[in-house]
């Protein structure tokens, strides 16, 4: 490149470098503003299960409701908005788990804390993409590791629930934006599978209902 600039000018040689610089600069504008943006349009469906006798409230923070997976820039970049839709499966799995749910942003103090029996804090700890051109197989793979963390109404930490979701979905070649949308769903799903089914069994839930109903921790 320097060669044919100097061919044409003895001060085109002094361009080059700047030149060149400007070339990178605007390829990597141009791979990050054609990242496509995957949101999770979707809902989740409420388990058929008796709730627990305990109210709960959820805490969510900026960063759980705002997560963003962004990929690796590249041919095969995508980026994930998982915030809103982990919200949603999080609030539908717990306000199918216990008698009354409460959704606060910020500890409980006075009076508000007498409505909560037990406080839970979500977090999403890693979220992990293999792509087809990672692994030996023709599907997207997904893992996202949660975490829930469970308080008492004054702030104590009395126990934590930390599960993976996996999910899978086969690769279209034609676009990565519809596999990767369902291998994500199926994760979150396989998630919310397991907040239903660990969560009650978490000590912290047994002592509170063995405090309140007895030996068999369950209404009369």
């Given at each position: 490149?320097?060669?044919?600039?100097?061919?044409?000018?003895?001060?085109?040689?002094?361009?080059?470098?700047?030149?060149?610089?400007?070339?990178?600069?605007?390829?990597?504008?141009?791979?990050?503003?054609?990242?496509?943006?995957?949101?999770?349009?979707?809902?989740?469906?409420?388990?058929?299960?008796?709730p627990?006798?305990?109210?709960?409230?959820?805490?969510?923070?900026?960063?759980?409701?705002?997560?963003?997976?962004?990929?690796?820039?590249?041919?095969?970049?995508?980026?994930?908005?998982?915030?809103?839709?982990?919200?949603?499966?999080?609030?539908?799995?717990?306000?199918?788990?216990?008698?009354?749910?409460?959704?606060?942003?910020t500890?409980?103090?006075?009076?508000?804390?007498?409505?909560?029996?037990?406080?839970?804090?979500?977090?999403?700890?890693?979220?992990?993409?293999?792509?087809?051109?990672?692994?030996?197989?023709?599907?997207?793979?997904?893992?996202?590791?949660?975490r829930?963390?469970?308080?008492?109404?004054?702030?104590?930490?009395?126990?934590?629930?930390?599960?993976?979701?996996?999910?899978?979905?086969?690769?279209?070649?034609?676009?990565?934006?519809?596999?990767?949308?369902?291998?994500?769903?199926?994760?979150?799903?396989?998630?919310?599978?397991?907040?239903?089914?660990?969560?009650?069994?978490?000590?912290?839930?047994?002592?509170?209902?063995?405090?309140?109903?007895?030996?068999?921790?369950?209404?009369?």
């Amino acid at each position: 490149m320097s060669r044919f600039f100097a061919s044409l000018h003895p001060a085109a040689a002094a361009l080059c470098g700047p030149l060149t610089r400007l070339a990178a600069v605007l390829s990597v504008l141009s791979s990050v503003a054609c990242t496509p943006m995957v949101r999770l349009e979707t809902d989740f469906p409420s388990p058929a299960i008796d709730p627990l006798p305990l109210r709960a409230a959820v805490m969510y923070s900026d960063d759980f409701k705002g997560f963003t997976y962004r990929s690796p820039r590249g041919n095969d970049a995508v980026d994930i908005e998982l915030g809103p839709a982990q919200v949603l499966l999080v609030d539908r799995m717990l306000g199918t788990l216990f008698s009354e749910l409460s959704r606060q942003y910020t500890w409980p103090s006075g009076n508000d804390s007498s409505r909560a029996d037990i406080v839970i804090a979500p977090s999403i700890e890693r979220f992990t993409l293999h792509r087809p051109a990672y692994v030996s197989s023709t599907y997207y793979e997904v893992r996202i590791s949660y975490r829930l963390d469970l308080y008492t109404p004054g702030g104590q930490l009395v126990g934590a629930l930390s599960i993976v979701g996996f999910g899978r979905s086969p690769a279209r070649w034609s676009s990565s934006s519809g596999p990767v949308r369902q291998a994500t769903i199926r994760a979150m799903r396989d998630a919310a599978v397991q907040i239903v089914l660990q969560l009650p069994e978490q000590a912290a839930l047994d002592r509170l209902l063995r405090e309140r109903y007895g030996p068999d921790g369950r209404q009369g």
